[in-house]
């Protein structure tokens, strides 16, 4: 799958997970197939977010020595029998969202109730 496809993958299952949920996305650009992680840019309840998609989460890799079947390592493992495997982590891809502040929004001080 090309990057742009992944890009644009990501951002429409980003948007489904937000309807999903109950939210009301409006999408305000899409990015997907610009140069670097970002995905697009929506709007949910008067807040701008930018949807970024790339290798963010870590996910556990079980490394099998040499010689080893995977299948043979995996049932081994669910057997409680750890056979030599070992684990690491490796980064995954996600989408993720980052709302957009901009500066006046940094220098507003809402009114003091009397």
């Not at 930018?50 to 057997?79: E, F, M, S, T, Y």
Request: proline share 4%; with cysteine; glycine share 10%.
């Amino acid at each position: 799958m090309a990057e742009r496809d992944g890009k644009q993958r990501a951002f429409d299952v980003w948007l489904h997970k937000a309807g999903k949920e109950g939210w009301s996305v409006i999408v305000e650009s899409s990015s997907a197939g610009e140069p670097g992680d970002e995905c697009g840019v929506v709007s949910i309840e008067g807040l701008r977010y930018r949807i970024h998609h790339g290798k963010r989460v870590r996910r556990p890799v079980a490394v099998v020595a040499d010689g080893q079947h995977l299948v043979a390592a995996a049932a081994n493992l669910l057997a409680g029998e750890s056979d030599g495997a070992s684990w690491t982590a490796e980064f995954a891809h996600a989408a993720w969202a980052e709302p957009i502040i901009d500066a006046h929004e940094l220098n507003h001080v809402p009114a003091q109730d009397a």
